[in-house]
């Protein structure tokens, strides 16, 4: 993506990839997540997510239609919204949780800002911390893994949380998926598979993922439980949202900054404030957050890493 | 009599302090939690401003124009004494409730607000209109955004419950919910303005 991205005068060559091809392509690369969500957590992951997606295009078509905006909707930017946001939500929610986070996503996340394109926020995060704000009793009440009857569990991190001592769950456990968590988080392998496909066709660049990930990793392990440099890193980054997150939501084309050195920054300003809110924040897991905070910040990181002017000093 | 009249309605609609002004955001954010705080509220504000706007009008002549705003603001805190007094005599539990923005009301934009531009150049009955239509136009606005916030974030109006139950969303009793009900209703009557402009 950054060789595409670079920002520069005229000459330029026409590509085929279009907004709606790079969102379809996307949704593609989250499907694998789906599945093994389904498998993981049952049919009412199912159910979460399609509620949220229909939400999200109901939403989507129902406002541009009143502000008689053309209707978008085939473009897949609300689907992945929608998408996105039943990833961020517990298996088994109240049916009426995805349909108002895909409205506050689509309606106050990203339409209120003029559409695609123009939004400051994730709109899909936007809408999570909108309903974990909300209604935090269900935000929270997680599906234990491979159970049918719905028996709820904690997610690894809110055990290490609230016990100081890391869960006695397999690394291998964690990368495959068995255990609490939101639906679409779960399953590392199928995340890293949807993110190979999106590296593979360079619709996302390796600078926010690496140093989000990274920054985080190195920030849990030097400031580990037992003095410096005694922190569980792996299980950091496999626990939690933070594969999702630094993957699909911080390379969000419209709320990250453009050039690669910005990125850079950006993925550091995210995995710092990750960290620091696992290790010593009130909530357990801070992915969300981070990105949230980190998109409010694009604009400024934007204006000071701005690619030089050819004949201007900067 | 119709010109006191569009004194008074002016503050309720034209120039509503918080929708189209947009001055006294500060104590607006943080009491309307419930209707009780905003009506409370919003009282407390008139009061005061009824009485600063009567006072500067009739001593407009004799402040001296270098120092009018500490005049001012001695005639106001004068005021929000009182209705402090008042308050924690007749009703403490509001005047728990409303916490530090009862003495706060002293650096209200506005009461200074009109104190500055209205009172000091008019005389005292038209001031008095102007004090009363703007105290009802911040009064009303804190009804309408402390009832949306009542209503949405704890699922009551005026602290009885609705005969209906639904998970309130607690996000409108928090700060992050008073900004966005202020941010859209704000952006409400600026489509109206717009519109019938």
């Not at chain 1, 895909?102 to 123009?118: D, M, P, R, T």
């Not at chain 1, 569980?232 to 690669?260: E, K, N, Q």
């Not at chain 1, 550091?268 to 981070?290: D, F, H, K, N, Q």
């Amino acid at each position: 993506m950054s060789n595409n991205l670079i920002v520069s005068s005229s000459c330029h060559i026409h590509k085929e990839d279009s907004v709606s091809k790079i969102m379809w392509a996307v949704v593609i690369s989250l499907i694998p997540s789906a599945v093994a969500a389904v498998i993981i957590f049952g049919l009412p992951a199912l159910k979460t997510i399609l509620i949220a997606v229909a939400a999200a295009l109901v939403t989507e078509a129902f406002i541009q239609k009143i502000t008689k905006k053309k209707i978008s909707v085939s473009d897949g930017s609300a689907f992945l919204t929608g998408l996105l946001l039943a990833y961020n939500l517990p298996a088994q929610v109240p049916f009426w949780l995805p349909i108002v986070g895909s409205f506050f996503a689509i309606a106050i996340g990203k339409q209120v800002f003029g559409g695609l394109g123009q939004n400051i926020f994730n709109p899909a995060l936007a809408g999570r911390a909108f309903l974990i704000a909300s209604w935090p009793k269900y935000m929270t009440s997680f599906t234990a893994p491979l159970s049918c009857d719905a028996i709820t569990s904690a997610t690894p991190l809110t055990l290490l949380k609230e016990t100081k001592i890391i869960p006695d769950i397999t690394y291998l456990g964690l990368f495959l998926g068995k255990r609490g968590g939101c639906l679409g988080e779960v399953c590392i392998l199928a995340l890293l598979i949807g993110a190979a496909f999106l590296f593979f066709k360079k619709y996302i660049s390796w600078h926010i993922p690496v140093t989000f990930i990274g920054i985080n990793g190195l920030f849990v392990y030097i400031f580990g439980p037992n003095g410096f440099f005694t922190g569980d890193w792996v299980f950091h980054t496999l626990s939690g949202g933070i594969i999702l997150g630094a993957f699909f939501m911080a390379t969000d084309y419209v709320t990250s900054p453009l050039t690669r050195k910005g990125q850079i920054i950006f993925g550091l300003g995210c995995g710092v404030i990750t960290a620091v809110i696992r290790l010593w924040g009130g909530y357990p897991e801070g992915v969300s957050y981070a990105i949230l905070m980190m998109n409010g910040a694009t604009p400024i990181i934007d204006r000071y890493t701005k690619s030089r002017v050819y004949g201007k000093f900067a | 009599m119709g010109n006191l009249l569009k004194e008074f309605s002016k503050g309720i609609i034209k120039e509503n302090p918080t929708f189209i002004l947009a001055l006294g955001l500060c104590p607006t954010l943080a009491v309307s939690t419930s209707l009780i705080n905003g009506v409370g509220m919003g009282v407390a504000a008139t009061f005061v401003l009824i009485g600063s706007n009567v006072i500067i009008a009739l001593i407009k002549g004799i402040i001296p124009e270098r120092i009018r705003i500490p005049c001012y603001i001695v005639v106001i805190a004068t005021f929000v004494t009182i209705t402090e007094l008042l308050m924690k005599a007749y009703s403490p539990a509001l005047n728990r409730a409303l916490g530090i923005y009862v003495p706060l009301i002293v650096v209200n934009c506005i009461v200074l607000g009109r104190a500055e531009a209205y009172a000091s150049k008019e005389n005292v009955i038209r001031s008095l209109f102007d004090a009363l239509g703007m105290g009802a136009g911040f009064t009303l606005a804190l009804l309408l955004i402390s009832g949306i916030r009542e209503f949405l974030g704890s699922g009551t109006l005026f602290g009885h419950s609705l005969g209906f139950t639904f998970d309130p969303a607690s996000v409108f009793s928090m700060p992050s919910g008073a900004l966005l009900v202020i941010g859209l209703l704000l952006g409400f009557f600026n489509y109206l303005k717009q519109r019938k402009a």
